[in-house]
């Protein structure tokens, strides 16, 4: 069993920052890539940034510039610091992360149950 564990969601003003925080526990061998994908009602769920076990990241291009994102690979934990936030940032944010458990050969992909991010004066 794998878990993904996020926290630090909440309402903020434009302009506001917050961090967001994923850790991941249970049956872990090894963790390869870690990300942060977002959500709103009627649309796809979205890739908001992602970081590999070497700590090269990618951003959406909507997000780069004001977020970073970060991980401690000793706590299994992936962060996301988003600054200067808009209202068009207000979404469900979902951590995700490739993950090989103790007891397989090979690595899947587990999702956190989602932190909503609402952004509003």
């Known amino acids: 069993q794998v878990q993904l564990v996020e926290s630090g ?3 903020v003003q434009p302009g506001g920052s ?3 925080s994923c850790a991941a526990s249970g049956n872990i061998f090894s963790i390869d890539v870690m990300g942060w994908h977002r959500q709103t009602p009627g649309k796809q769920r979205e890739l908001v940034a992602v970081i590999s ?3 090269s990241t990618r ?3 909507s997000v780069s510039g004001r977020f970073t994102i970060s991980r401690e690979n000793a706590k299994n ?3 996301l610091q988003m600054n200067s936030l808009k209202p068009e940032d207000t979404a469900v944010y979902y951590c995700n992360a490739n993950v090989r458990p103790n007891y397989s050969n ?3 992909t587990y999702w956190g149950q ?3 991010v609402t ?3």
């Open 77 to 79: 934990t992936v962060y």
């Open 53 to 55: 076990s070497g700590a």
């Open 59 to 61: 951003y959406a291009d």
């Open 18 to 20: 917050l961090r967001l």
């Open 9 to 11: 969601g909440g309402l």
């Open 114 to 116: 989602g932190t909503q």
């Open 119 to 121: 952004v509003s004066s």
């Open 106 to 108: 090979s690595y899947g």
